[in-house]
């Protein structure tokens, strides 16, 4: 029976570590980091838009925000005013604790946006989130057709108008 008992132990425990949803991190991952296997039914929706559709920039009641998305779906760009500071939220998942720059290029201004993975009320996980004072004189690309990037959230090409513009000024003026 004692020899048995440990090798008994032993096949429970290479059981029990082979089917853990956790692997070793990779090597040039950050010290203790651990690779967890997303369930497979945890896929991100697939937007149902069709190939024409065209995103829009919409103010929200009293003016005080921005968004830019497509109809019937959460915003891709929000903009607030908060205390005279634009809050720039980029709406796609962020890691817990990140922080990144969120490139903008357009109308001649290049803008590094340092933004950090931040929890909203009222929605699952954490987006990137940033603020720059309203009366930056970047914040003219908000006002045409800009670009932006992201690591790890993509590309976005959004349209002129003449919404951002009116909150930006309504911004610098509180």
Partial sequence: MSRVAPALLFQLLAACSSSSATT??????PVDAVRVAMPADST???PTRGEDAKGAWTAAPGGEAARFGYSGEAPLLSLECRTGQLVVVRNVAAPIGAAALFA???????LRLPVDATAVAGQRGYVWQGQIAADDKRLTLFKAKFAGTLPGGGHIEVPASEVPGSLIKRCKGA
Avoid: F, K, M, R
């Fill in 44 to 46: 991100a929706p697939v």
């Fill in 104 to 110: 903008l290029q357009g109308s001649g201004y290049i």
């Fill in 24 to 29: 070793p991190a990779v090597e040039d991952s």
